[in-house]
């Protein structure tokens, strides 16, 4: 249990709720029924009897309801549910894919001709961006779209962020 060095009121809640579980035994009886009790607990509960979890009940009704085995249309009864959401991410991929992939031949198409029949100047400065995007790993790019434009005040959708990170 995590508790902030500076909370030593909650801290001192814990432990008493903890001290009065160890005295009346509930604690040592949680322990033995979910199979965790072991010679160092037993040792902190100045327990001699030898360690056993024997009778651990409730890990082992855990472990029977967690291996229970299902049919086949069990199991696509519960997958089905899932269906409607898979296929709004697969249209969203579709989406973001189509968009992404016109503005990449737009972009392209552009740059093609810029550097091809602007002036030395330009055509440099295209071949430069060209180098640069090209040489910069996707993700990093998409990190800078998403959390760097906002940074210099420029607010995007995570939507239109993918679709000019994968359009570039």
Known sequence: MGIRKSDDELLHQVNTGLDSLK???TLKKIYRDWGIYNAATAQAFGDRDPVTNDNAVRYFDYLDAIRTERTFRERLTEYWKYLPLLLEGALVTV???AASMA???GLG???AVLRVFAPRVV???VIGFIEVIRGT???IQLFIIFYGL??????LSP???????LGI
Not at 150 to 155: D, E, M, Y
Request: aromatic share 6%.
């Open 159 to 165: 939507l239109l962020a993918a679709i000019i990170g």
């Open 150 to 155: 906002p940074a210099i005040g420029i607010r």
């Open 123 to 125: 055509s440099w400065l």
């Open 137 to 139: 790993p996707l993700l």
């Open 109 to 111: 198409l552009f740059m």
């Open 23 to 25: 005295e009346d035994g």
């Open 95 to 97: 989406e973001i894919s």
């Open 103 to 105: 503005i990449a031949i």
